[in-house]
């Protein structure tokens, strides 16, 4: 299973960015998918989840500005960011699970994790 992130870059803060996650050797659709992001020095966080009837789960800090849709046969999943606050710089991590409980606070229970693409927003 592989997963590659892309999409990322640097922001003014109020600015958007679009993440797109490839998914091959796993279907992205099969069970859980989702977004977490790291500071350096900082504990994972989980940022916006999707399951595979389409439900989806944010965060506190993202609900509003973020959206995860997916589409099951380009085997990507996407993270629209809007509304960009300097404190959403991160590396952004995309990670699948199987179905189930598609939990943002786990991160631990997620199997299989991309190598991430870096955020930054300045003011």
């Known amino acids: 299973v592989q997963l590659v992130e892309s999409g990322g870059g640097s922001v003014q803060a109020g600015g958007s960015l679009t993440l797109s996650c490839v998914s091959s050797?796993?279907?992205?659709?099969?069970?859980?998918a989702g977004w977490f992001r790291q500071e350096p020095g900082k504990e994972r966080e989980g940022v916006a989840s999707?399951?595979?009837?389409?439900?989806?789960t944010y965060s506190v800090s993202t609900q509003g500005r973020f959206t995860i849709p997916r589409d099951n046969n380009k085997h990507t999943m996407y993270l629209h960011t809007s509304s960009l606050e300097p404190e959403d710089t991160a590396m952004y991590y995309c990670?699948?699970?199987?179905?189930?409980?598609?939990?943002?606070?786990?991160?631990?229970?997620?199997?299989?994790w991309g190598q991430g693409t870096p955020v930054t927003v300045s003011s």
């Open positions: 990670a699948v699970k199987g179905a189930g409980d598609c939990t943002l606070t786990s991160d631990y229970l997620w199997i299989y």
């Open positions: 050797g796993y279907p992205i659709g099969a069970g859980c």
């Open positions: 999707i399951d595979r009837d389409g439900t989806t």
